[in-house]
Nanobody, 119 residues
């Protein structure tokens, strides 16, 4: 059974940093696309970032501030978030795909982790 376990969320002041981690178990995702989504209260879940074998993708609002990376030996993907803004406050979800492309809905989801940025 595939599980994606997020960690590293919390409360931070505007301008601060957090690093989210997503540890996968149940199968190896080293050749699969993985990503991060977020959902703020009253809003739809939105794409934040994704990583394939060697390419990264970001929503415009986080470019230059967030960095997605992966450690295939640990079957883990990270989201380094710098210069955080109150509008980054959301429940962040890790996602994994069966294939190498991140197009379309993910095949697996984490349970979500809260990130709150105070002004």
């Amino acid at each position: 059974q595939v599980q994606l376990i997020e960690s590293g969320g919390g409360l931070v002041q505007a301008g601060g940093s957090l690093r989210l981690s997503c540890a996968a178990s149940g199968r190896t995702f080293s050749r699969n696309a993985m990503g991060w989504f977020r959902q703020a209260p009253g809003q739809e879940r939105q794409f934040v970032a994704a990583i394939t074998w060697s390419v990264t993708y970001y929503v415009d609002s986080v470019k230059g501030r967030f960095t997605i990376s992966r450690d295939n030996a640990k079957n883990t993907v990270y989201l380094q978030m710098n210069s955080l803004k109150p509008e980054d406050t959301a429940l962040y979800y890790c996602a994994a795909y069966m294939g190498s492309s991140w197009n379309g809905p993910p095949d697996y989801w984490g349970q979500g982790i809260q990130v709150t940025v105070s002004s």
